[in-house]
Structure formats: structure tokens, C-alpha cells
């Protein structure tokens, strides 16, 4: 359950990231309020999750996955370029959220 509670923080939390982008600024209502309650959603289930999943596994996941979602995000939906620099990125994300599991940081 706690692994079910941290995806829907990490999709909370990208949404509010996305949100964000269309806030301009906090200066339209509608978007600035989708990322305050994003954010606001996320913390709490996050909150909730590390009830039974360990901090630090936890938070990289959230983290990790949450920078890698958006980075894809911004690349498929918001027109910003892929590099070599910004896949490798990526893909060191996920690599350090996958050895932190299997590493024991449970």
C-alpha cells in the first residue's frame, strides 16, 4: 500500500510541476491553483507513505522519478530539446532509484 501511496504523490507532485509551467508565473488563477494543490496533495500522501516505506528509499524514489517524469514531459509535450547531456541525466536518475532498492535502503 505504501508504494501505491508513493505513486500517486510522484503524480501529484508532477502535475503541480506541470501546473506550474502554465501558472506564468503565479500569475493565472487556474493553473497556480492546480500547482498548490498538487503540491499540496503530494505532500500529504508522500506524508502517509513513510509510514511504512523507509525515508530515504521513499524520497529518492519520489524525487528520482518525479525529476525523471517531468524531464520527459518537458521534452514529448513542452518543446524542450533532448540532449546527450539530458538523457544521460535521465537515465542516471533511474539507475541511482534502482540501485538505492536493490542496495538495501529499505
Known amino acids: ?3 501505491l501511496m508513493l505513486a500517486a504523490a ?3 507532485e508532477v ?3 506541470t501546473a506550474l509551467k502554465y501558472s506564468d508565473g503565479f500569475s493565472r488563477l487556474w493553473p497556480s ?3 498548490v494543490l498538487g503540491y499540496a496533495v503530494s505532500f500529504v500522501l508522500l506524508a502517509q507513505t513513510l509510514r511504512t516505506v523507509s525515508v530515504g528509499t521513499a524520497y529518492a ?3 528520482g522519478v518525479g525529476t525523471a517524469a517531468i524531464a520527459t514531459i518537458g521534452i514529448l509535450f513542452l518543446g524542450e530539446g533532448m540532449t546527450v547531456a539530458k538523457a544521460t541525466g535521465i537515465a542516471l536518475i533511474i539507475v541511482g532509484v534502482v540501485v538505492l532498492n536493490l542496495g538495501g535502503a529499505h
Open 33 to 35: 491553483l492546480l500547482t
Open 61 to 63: 524514489i519520489w524525487s
Open 1 to 3: 500500500m505504501g508504494y
Open 15 to 17: 502535475g503541480g510541476t
Open 10 to 12: 510522484i503524480a501529484a
